[in-house]
């Protein structure tokens, strides 16, 4: 990939606050973004700058590091490819949330991405494994799913003892679940990454889509998302959320995200056929 080019005006703020070679393409991206005043408060807050890794410093690791996508084969899917190039930089990202360096963020993300390549060719391709989604507890099991589906502490409110939706495998394995506050506000969902790709999440929404309907809670679905979930992103337009600019609320970090509204009862006409839901 070509060079990243740090422009005079960051060079100058860098220097200004001494700020380390290591954050300059950091400083750039926040530059670009926000511009020179949130950059220069950022430049002043090393530690809040390096919480996101730049989008130059992932992708030219990831190129590096052909091995992680090894499992795919020689002539893989595109569009596999696509989606585990854009799952890793998601997780490289926000590498610098966590106690991990680059690398073990990449490879904790690659295992997981084989781990759903290798369910999907056991099950005989996506949206094939049965699930069944019903109210459940949030309690160790849902925390350890999180812990897999994210590496960093997500910015969600739900935790021990909270109501959520929940998937469950033929075998009473948790796939994932949902939590869904007043007012129709997604606040949590988080998919084992095995089973990412099998529409776990789809089947989680529509279920929340038909508690807002038979409730009348709201006329709408809404959630937040960072700006770096690439997949989630996609994942959501695919179900109909609209979004609206980037913002900055301080429950984000300094590359910020987006607010997304779906009408109620739209989502859960696209339940999966694999899936069963029980009020």
């Avoid at 020689?74 to 490289?92: I, M, N, Q, T």
């Avoid at 910020?256 to 509204?261: D, L, N, P, T």
């Amino acid at each position: 990939m070509a060079d990243l080019v740090i422009s005079e005006a960051v060079r100058s703020i860098a220097s200004e606050f001494q700020l380390s070679d290591k954050l300059l393409p950091n400083l750039q991206e926040a530059f670009d973004i926000q511009g020179k005043s949130k950059a220069r408060a950022l430049a002043g807050n090393p530690t809040a700058l390096g919480k996101v890794c730049s989008t130059y410093e992932v992708s030219k690791r990831i190129g590096e590091r052909q091995d992680l996508l090894s499992f795919l084969g020689e002539a893989p899917d595109e569009s596999e490819v696509k989606h585990c190039h854009e799952r890793l930089l998601f997780c490289g990202r926000y590498s610098g949330k966590t106690d991990k360096s680059l690398d073990e963020a990449l490879e904790m993300a690659a295992a997981g991405l084989k781990a759903a390549h290798e369910t999907a060719a056991a099950a005989g391709g996506r949206c094939r494994v049965e699930m069944t989604v019903r109210r459940g507890i949030f309690g160790a099991e849902h925390a350890q799913c999180r812990s897999l589906a994210f590496q960093y502490t997500p910015a969600c409110s739900a935790g021990p003892g909270d109501s959520v939706w929940e998937a469950r495998g033929k075998e009473g394995n948790l796939l994932g679940y949902l939590n869904l506050e007043g007012g129709g506000y997604i606040d949590d969902v988080s998919v084992h990454p095995a089973y990412q790709g099998q529409h776990v999440a789809t089947a989680l929404f529509a279920a929340a889509d038909e508690e807002v309907c038979n409730g009348n809670l709201s006329d709408s679905l809404s959630l937040d998302v960072r700006a770096a979930n690439s997949p989630a992103l996609c994942f959501y337009e695919y179900l109909g959320f609209a979004f609206g600019p980037l913002r900055f609320p301080s429950f984000l970090d300094w590359d910020g995200g987006y607010s997304g509204q779906v009408p109620a009862g739209q989502i859960r006409t696209r339940k999966p056929p694999t899936a069963t839901i029980e009020a």
